[in-house]
């Protein structure tokens, strides 16, 4: 999967707090068992003269078999000595080691598997959590749910124009969760339209953190920071920059633009706005994209050209219903 730098900085910084934390511990208790039993620092180092005796065995040729099984009936009897004496004193061997809290890689990160160098099933889960916190600190709300979402805020009765709103919105929320589950690089694109404040963002954020459970790596910006940070660094001559945001835009499994509409227009946002959304396409990776504007409107403030893209790729779900953030309230 793939994710941002900044996640993978978070994620590993995490591991070697974790790593040293660990030693950290683990250098304070054998100073503690050793203040109160020397014995054990004596056979400690011992056995350490032991594992380098059996090295050099190996090398200096001669009987080595008789070399090695001498050393190691030292060895054990060393531990054996070692384990009954930290008894005595309520320890334990591990007490002696750092309890990493990943024993496979011991809180590196990496491990090793026939000659290949393979990323760490913790690490994997890190990424993933780091990733998640990220989407959330971008995000307007607390990182939303399906469970938080509440069907019972939107109205049963028709519209003037027969359309249940409770009922339409159980179909979109269903839609949503079927979505989210059955998630491959392969899904459509979904353009959710409705007023402000019935659910978009709540169902969006939804779907991303089901997907970033799974792995997939997931951005959600809002249009007017992204374009203001795109246009920013173009005008600015800052050209690295801005490619390095349009490649996160376009890399990413899922893409999440809330709030398209609202942004400053310019010929520059408007042609990013096609360029972000053609791309994607072009490489069959789906972007999700939420507007409080009509069709009518789209067709106003953007391309004709963009407007039938998006039109020919996505789902349209069509929230309805009354904001329910005064309600909430």
């Known amino acids: 999967?793939?994710?941002?730098?900044?996640?993978y900085s978070k994620a590993y910084a995490i591991l070697n707090e974790r790593r040293n934390r660990a030693i950290a511990l683990c250098d304070n208790k054998k100073a503690?068992?050793?203040?109160?039993?020397?014995?054990a620092e004596e056979i400690e180092r011992e056995l350490s003269s032991c594992s380098i005796n059996a090295a050099r065995a190996v090398f200096s040729g001669g009987d080595t078999k008789a070399q090695l099984e001498a050393l190691s009936n030292t060895s054990k009897?060393?531990?054996?000595?070692l384990e009954a004496l930290l008894a005595s004193k309520?320890?334990?061997?591990?007490?002696l080691e750092p309890q990493f809290t990943c024993k496979v890689c011991e809180d590196r990160g990496q491990v090793e598997k026939d000659n290949k160098t393979l990323t760490c099933n913790c690490l994997k889960e890190l990424l993933k959590e780091c990733a998640c916190n990220e989407v959330n600190s971008l995000s307007p709300l607390s990182l939303s749910t399906f469970e938080?979402?509440?069907l019972s805020y939107y109205p049963e009765t028709d519209t003037a124009d027969g359309v249940n709103p409770r009922r339409r919105m159980t179909q979109i929320f269903n839609y949503c969760k079927n979505y989210a589950k059955t998630f491959t690089l392969a899904s459509k694109s979904i353009l959710m339209r409705g007023s402000t404040g019935l659910g978009k963002t709540h169902l969006s954020l939804s779907i991303a953190n089901e997907l970033l459970s799974k792995g997939y790596s997931v951005v959600y910006v809002s249009a007017p920071d992204i374009l203001f940070q795109l246009e920013r660094a173009h005008f600015s001559?800052?050209?690295d920059k801005e490619q390095e945001l349009l490649d996160t835009l376009s890399n990413c499994d899922l893409l999440?633009?809330?709030d398209l509409g609202t942004e400053f227009a310019t010929n520059y946002t408007n042609a990013q706005i096609y360029n972000i959304f053609n791309n994607r396409i072009l490489l069959r990776k789906p972007v999700i994209i939420n507007t409080n504007l009509t069709m009518k409107d789209l067709e106003t403030s953007y391309t004709p050209r963009f407007v039938s893209r998006?039109?020919?790729t996505c789902d349209k779900l069509d929230f309805v219903g009354r904001d329910i953030r005064p309600q909430k309230n």
């Open 32 to 39: 503690e068992i050793f203040s109160r039993l020397p014995r």
């Open 148 to 150: 938080s979402f509440d």
């Open 237 to 239: 001559y800052n050209y």
């Open 256 to 258: 999440i633009i809330d």
């Open 1 to 7: 999967m793939s994710y941002s730098d900044a996640v």
């Open 310 to 312: 998006v039109m020919g």
């Open 90 to 95: 309520g320890y334990t061997l591990n007490d």
């Open 77 to 81: 009897t060393l531990k054996s000595e």
